[in-house]
């Protein structure tokens, strides 16, 4: 399961590196200005965008792309959400901001899996427990290596 979630993610991944510095240059961008940026006008590019800056913890990029006006709850590749990348990838206070704008911990990617289960399979403890406050069912999941 590991390696399914790893795979999932691994696009994310590569282009958080790839994208490094456009994320910085967008950072330093105020949410009125979303609205001239060529490829974040789009709504599918800004739940691109968030995914991406939920893999990375990305905090300040989070809060600005929830500002302009993207959507905590679209689900893109694999049906998977931005709270799920935070669960996935340990980013505690990216999930914090993500439930706190109106993530639904519920949501069911394509595999059946919710951020509760991919939190408790790569054992984040903060996130378990923040998405246990928030609503989400036990999961079924083991964690990895047991």
Known sequence: ??????????????????????????????????????????????????MLAACGDRVKMVRLLLAAGADPNKQVEYGATPLMAAATWGCTETARILLEAGAD??????????????????????IIQMLRQAGAPESPQPPVGF
């Open 1 to 50: 399961m590991l390696r399914k979630l790893k795979e999932r993610f691994s696009e994310q991944s590569i282009a958080k590196s790839l994208h490094a510095s456009a994320l910085s240059r967008l950072e330093r961008l105020r949410p009125s200005d979303f609205q001239y940026d060529p490829l974040l006008k789009y709504e599918k590019n800004r739940v691109k965008a968030l």
């Open 105 to 126: 911990p519920n949501f069911v990617d394509e595999e059946g899996l919710t951020a509760m289960d991919m939190a408790v399979q790569m054992c984040h403890k903060d």
